[in-house]
């Protein structure tokens, strides 16, 4: 599991210094086998998050764009074709009905919320709820929509219109074993 993100050691690539060692050059996926640490729940986030781009191709979309970076409440809006990634990197703040500039004037869902239990999130987000977008220009986009954003987390949103079967209902796929 990891690099820079959840990863247990340094990284450090075999160099003259190390003695040309690979020990610390390596992921730990056999750390998400152990009960008792939260590597599991890190690996389930990836596994979602590979599913999302499988479902949506999102990482080879052309259309890419910035909406929002507020330094103060510590928060990026961005999207990535049709999706649209909310960050909110605030180690305190949480924002109610914190509105996001989108490209299309329709209600958006949930697809992806880091906050999920499964991810090892508190649950704060209720990624079944739809969001209606209101006409009218936000963060240069014509439309917007506004989100519950516990800090510390991301959502990924998805228009009504371009979404297919829900393959992030987590419950479901928990109780079939394949999370």
């Known amino acids: 599991m990891g690099n820079e993100f959840g990863h247990p050691e340094w990284l450090d690539?075999?160099?003259?210094?190390?003695?040309?060692?690979?020990?610390?050059?390596?992921?730990?996926?056999?750390?998400?086998?152990?009960?008792?640490?939260?590597?599991?729940?890190?690996?389930?986030?990836?596994?979602?998050?590979l599913r999302l781009e499988e479902q949506t191709k999102f990482l080879s979309s052309h259309h890419t764009y910035v909406s929002r970076k507020h330094e103060g409440d510590k928060v990026i809006v961005c999207e990535r074709g049709a999706l649209v990634f909310v960050f909110n990197f605030h180690p305190t703040?949480?924002?109610?009905?914190?509105?996001?500039?989108?490209?299309?004037?329709?209600?958006?869902?949930?697809?992806?919320?880091?906050?999920?239990?499964?991810?090892?999130?508190?649950?704060?987000?209720?990624?079944?709820?739809?969001l209606p977008a209101t006409a009218g220009d936000f963060d240069q986009r014509p439309a917007s929509v506004k989100v519950y954003l516990p800090s510390r987390t991301m959502l990924v949103l998805q228009p009504v219109s371009e979404a297919g079967a829900d393959p992030f209902d987590l419950r479901r796929r928990e109780e079939r074993g394949e999370c």
């Open 93 to 130: 703040a949480s924002y109610t009905d914190y509105m996001i500039g989108v490209l299309k004037a329709e209600t958006h869902r949930i697809v992806l919320a880091s906050d999920a239990a499964a991810f090892g999130g508190y649950a704060h987000v209720d990624a079944s709820q739809l």
């Open 13 to 49: 690539f075999p160099r003259a210094g190390n003695g040309e060692s690979f020990h610390y050059a390596r992921r730990r996926y056999d750390l998400a086998r152990m009960e008792h640490l939260k590597y599991k729940m890190l690996l389930t986030f990836e596994r979602a998050l």
